[in-house]
């Protein structure tokens, strides 16, 4: 059973139009983490919650955002997609930053 | 900072065959936590193996092992019986026993397993 979900799997977006990737987790894990894959490269990191902290890295976009209402789910938040922004996008968890769990991952496509 | 390196950006191996993946890491650090990390192209990342870099004693799991020079800074992969099933991506990744949180992955070698 998959613990770390992620929908949609695949995600179509109009330049510019926002757009909210979701990921929810059954593990109970305090960390969660947002990557940004694009093809044939390593996962990025974009920030994570380690509790209710949130944690930016340095050369993040100000157009991603994230939100976590709970425990369970976190959001990232594409606020004016551009060309550039179309990649896979991973979610992860971790127990206190240790071993990460990985989910499927959505592919953005805009358009 | 942490840099995590593989050269050997794709790799074939032949069915039944074992094959090496390379890893080196740059760090100053002496405590922190090793991974290499399967990427198949449903591409969900799953955890293949860990080394704590405190042990000397080179992780196994079933077809799995690595070959941990900590010395060398060095952290291979290797392969035995390829399965048409282990064609992915794989990528090495580090952790810093201290920081926690980050986790820095190498640039990842395709594997491709010919029938």
């Known amino acids: 059973d998959a613990m770390v979900i992620q929908n949609p799997r695949y995600q179509v977006t109009q330049f510019g139009k926002p757009v909210t990737l979701s990921c929810s987790q059954t593990?109970?894990?305090?960390?969660m983490y947002w990557y940004q894959q694009k093809s044939s490269q390593a996962p990025k990191l974009l920030f994570h919650?380690?509790?209710?902290?949130?944690?930016n890295e340095a050369d993040t976009p100000d157009n991603f955002q994230s939100r976590r209402p709970n425990t369970s789910f976190c959001f990232l938040d594409i606020r004016s997609p551009g060309l550039g922004d179309a990649a896979m996008y991973l979610c992860?968890?971790?127990?206190?930053?240790?071993?990460?769990?990985f989910g499927s991952g959505t592919r953005l496509t805009v358009v | 900072a942490q840099t995590v390196t593989q050269s050997q950006p794709e790799m074939s191996v032949q069915e039944a065959e074992t094959v090496t993946l390379s890893c080196t890491y740059d760090?100053?650090?002496?405590?922190?936590?090793l991974f290499w990390y399967k990427q198949p192209p449903s591409r969900q990342m799953i955890l293949v193996i860990r080394?704590?870099?405190?042990?000397?004693q080179n992780a196994t799991e079933n077809r799995f092992s690595v070959n941990f020079q900590k010395a060398a800074k060095s952290f291979s992969l290797k392969i035995s019986d390829s399965q048409l099933g282990d064609a992915a991506m794989y990528f090495c990744?580090?952790?810093?026993?201290?920081?926690?949180?980050?986790?820095?992955f190498g640039g990842g070698t395709r594997l491709m397993v010919k029938p």
């Open positions: 992860a968890t971790s127990r206190d930053g240790r071993t990460r769990s």
């Open positions: 593990l109970n894990h305090n960390v």
């Open positions: 919650y380690y509790d209710k902290d949130f944690n």
């Open positions: 760090t100053s650090e002496s405590d922190y936590y």
């Open positions: 080394q704590e870099a405190y042990k000397q």
């Open positions: 990744a580090y952790r810093s026993a201290n920081a926690g949180n980050m986790l820095t």
